[in-house]
Each structure stands twice: as structure tokens, then as C-alpha cells.
């Protein structure tokens, strides 16, 4: 089976198109980050205070993240309830 | 008008200090009068890599403390006209630079008639470095083919983006320029290492040039010349046009692939 992948020329990824692609994700993570207003992760905390009065959630289970979509800032709260 | 230029990178090790001494200077001997500052209190190495580590008498913290003036601590080059050296202090504290110190010895160059005020920036995005590039007009962030520098070299262009003092005071941003060292075409070709054209793409900063790994490099630094002087060197090539770029000429990226090698020197080496 090896060879015939050989044969079909699908080799081994080349290092540098690895290196470029996994920076290409890291780099667009950490640039949105970056211009994550500064009260972001205030808010997180508060929100997640008003939510545990209701239901028990699990701390690392809320994302949430500010966007730009079509020209709008969107703030998107992501976050699992648990199962009943 | 004078110019400061910040030569920076995030990451430690990538060149920022033999692209420095190289660019400044090419600089001078353009004929401009250029001061090469390092901001690496604590870790001088200028002097080493520009050969004037026996001629320091007063250093940066000392003109920045009211120790000693500008002119007593500016170390004149012994090749280039027109070329001095402000070396860093070797003292631990790192709170001996401050913003106010560093405007005043920037605005006493610019009096002075400096053309060129060339900050070589430390590593990492501490104190030292932020100051170093606070109030540059342009920077040159010097980037090795690989996935830390990129990164960092991002990081710091995000710093440079929001934490300077063009920045701060909403003017023009400074203008950014790429120096992709230690490039090794020969391994760009076989796929081993990123072009410059992926680096571009990464951090769609334009390229200024390209210098090609080189053992002149080492060997510049060993006799404290600045490799820009090694003639025959690649790397002393790529810098020139370097400088050239910089300076506004138009002129074709050289070194960016491997050159073929004839069958003689396959056989025979070199």
C-alpha cells in the first residue's frame, strides 16, 4: 500500500508548507486576541457568576469571543449546559 | 529630516544586532551621519560586533542620567565617517532607561544633524525593547524562516501597531520593513524551509531583503567588522542592497533560491 501511495505521488508533507499552514491558524488566534477590548476578561467572570446562580456549569466550558462580521462587532458567548 | 529607526524582532538570536551594525553601517558610508544606539542594557554587544568594546568610556544610562553628555559617550567609527556608536550599560537595573531619557538623547541627535538614530532593540517585549522602538519612524523587523520568529516578529509588530509613540498619538504608523536572515535557499527549494514569499503572506509586512546564511557572518563578528564590510560576502551583498531599498532605489531580491551548480563544482567543492 506504501508503495502505491509512493507511485501516486502522495509523498510526505513538506516541512515548510506544515510550518506556514500551523502559523497561519496560530497567528489569526492570537492577532483576534489581541484586539480583544481590554474588559473582556472582567466580563467573562461576571458572567459567569449571573449563570452559576442558575445552573452548574463548568468554569472552562464558556468561550467567548468579540468578531467582525460583514462590518459588524460580534460578541459571541459559546457555552455547554450540562446534561440533566 | 532625521530618521529613527528601530531594528527589532521579539525573538533573541535572529540578527538584530549584526543587522544593525551592518545597516548603519551602510548607511554612513552613503554618506549620511548615522548613530547606532543599543538598548540592550545589560547585555551590551554592539561595541563587540561594531570592534570598539576597548573605547567605551560612558555608555547610554550614563548620558540618560546626567552622568556624561552625548558627546562624551558617542564613540566615533574608525572605518566610516559619519558613524557613531552609543553603547548600552552593562548595569543590572533595568529601569536605568527612561521614556523622558531616551526622548532627550533622540532630540539631542536630531539637533545635532544626526540623519540616522538606528535603536538596535533587546529580545523580548519587556521595557527595553518597547522603549527602543516608542519613537522610531520606521522599523526593520528582522525575521528567521521559522515558526518562533514569525510568531514573535508578529507579536512585536502588534506592539509596534498599538504601543508607540506614532501610535499613541495617532499619526502615521511607522512604516515597517522585512529582513528575513539566516535564509537558506537551498532548503526553501527542497521544501524545508519557508520562502520569503510565505513569510510575506504571514505577516503582509513588504520585504526589504534577504540575506542568505552565511559563515561571513561569524567571521564578521570574530573580528568585530561589520559583515556589510566583507566585500566578497553574500551577506555583505544582500545588506548593501539593503540599504539601497532603504534609501528608496528600486532593485530585484537576489538570494531568494539556490544557485545551480556546474558539474566542475559539484565535483570539485566551492
Not at chain 1, 492570537?30 to 459567569?48: G, H, Q, W
Not at chain 2, 562624551?72 to 567609527?77: E, H, S, T, V
Not at chain 2, 520585504?207 to 557572518?217: A, C, I, N, T, W
Amino acid at each position: 500500500m506504501a508503495l502505491l501511495d509512493y507511485l501516486l505521488g502522495q509523498r510526505k508533507k513538506k516541512s515548510a508548507n506544515q510550518a506556514k499552514d500551523r502559523l497561519q491558524i496560530l497567528l489569526a488566534h492570537e492577532r483576534s486576541e489581541r484586539k480583544a477590548p481590554d474588559y473582556l476578561p472582567k466580563m467573562r467572570e461576571e458572567i459567569l457568576q449571573v449563570i452559576a446562580k442558575y445552573v452548574e456549569i463548568d468554569q472552562n466550558q464558556l468561550q467567548i469571543s468579540i468578531d467582525e462580521e460583514n462590518g459588524f462587532e460580534v460578541l459571541e458567548l459559546n457555552l455547554v449546559l450540562p446534561e440533566k | 529630516m532625521s530618521k529613527v529607526i528601530v531594528v527589532t524582532s521579539g525573538k533573541g538570536g535572529v540578527g538584530k544586532t549584526t543587522t544593525s551594525a551592518s545597516i548603519s553601517t551602510g548607511l554612513a558610508q552613503k554618506g549620511n551621519k548615522v548613530c547606532v544606539i543599543d538598548f540592550d542594557v545589560g547585555l551590551r554587544n554592539l561595541d563587540l560586533i561594531m570592534g570598539c568594546e576597548r573605547r567605551v568610556v560612558y555608555d547610554f544610562v550614563n548620558v540618560v542620567q546626567g552622568e556624561a553628555s552625548l558627546k562624551q559617550a558617542l564613540i566615533k567609527d574608525k572605518r566610516v565617517p559619519n558613524l557613531f556608536i552609543l553603547a548600552a550599560s552593562q548595569t543590572r537595573d533595568k529601569d536605568a532607561l527612561t521614556q523622558e531619557g531616551v526622548e532627550k538623547v533622540i532630540e539631542d541627535l536630531k539637533a545635532d544633524g544626526f540623519d540616522y538614530i538606528v535603536c538596535d532593540s533587546p529580545a523580548g517585549i519587556e521595557k527595553g525593547a518597547q522603549l527602543a522602538l516608542y519613537f522610531a519612524d520606521e522599523a526593520i523587523i528582522v525575521t528567521n524562516p521559522e515558526v518562533s520568529s514569525v510568531r514573535d516578529s508578529d507579536r512585536i509588530l502588534g506592539i509596534l501597531q498599538a504601543k508607540s509613540r506614532r501610535a499613541e498619538q495617532g499619526e502615521e504608523p511607522i512604516i515597517e520593513h522585512l529582513v528575513l536572515t539566516r535564509y537558506n535557499p537551498g532548503r526553501v527549494d527542497s521544501g524545508e524551509m519557508m520562502a520569503a514569499d510565505d513569510v510575506i503572506e504571514l505577516l503582509s509586512v513588504k520585504l526589504l531583503g534577504v540575506v542568505p546564511e552565511s559563515e561571513d557572518v561569524l567571521n564578521a563578528s570574530n573580528s568585530g567588522e561589520p559583515v556589510i564590510m566583507d566585500e566578497e560576502s553574500k551577506a555583505a551583498q544582500a545588506y548593501k542592497d539593503i540599504v539601497d531599498r532603504f534609501l528608496g532605489e528600486e532593485k530585484e531580491h537576489r538570494f531568494l533560491t539556490a544557485e545551480k551548480k556546474s558539474l566542475l563544482k559539484k565535483l570539485f567543492g566551492k
